[in-house]
């Protein structure tokens, strides 16, 4: 599987001298593709989709952990992570 630096690369080789992209990808994930694919010198018209909409009404049960409350953590922390090191290496 490729990262977001890995793309940028394959990216940039196929574009041939046409820099320019509309780059697709989730809202929650854009900051950081967007930082890396302008690092490579490509410009990008950012096309977020997959917006996280918030919660619904609170009850009881939203104060209990869950699968689901553990899989967005983790894919939460995971993007944090990978926002703080591209933000070091660009």
């Known amino acids: 599987m490729l990262n977001t630096f890995d793309e940028s690369v394959a990216v940039l080789d196929l574009l041939g001298e046409n820099k ?12 950081r593709a967007k930082l890396v694919f302008v690092a490579a ?20 049960m939203s104060f209990i952990p869950s699968a689901g409350s553990f899989a967005s953590t983790s894919f939460f922390v995971r993007e944090m992570i990978g926002r703080v090191y591209y933000n070091l290496k660009y």
Do not use: E
């Open 41 to 60: 010198c490509i410009n990008v018209i950012p096309s977020p989709v997959d917006f996280i909409i918030g919660a619904g009404k609170l009850t009881f």
């Open 20 to 31: 320019n992209i509309i780059l697709v990808t989730s809202a929650f994930h854009m900051l």
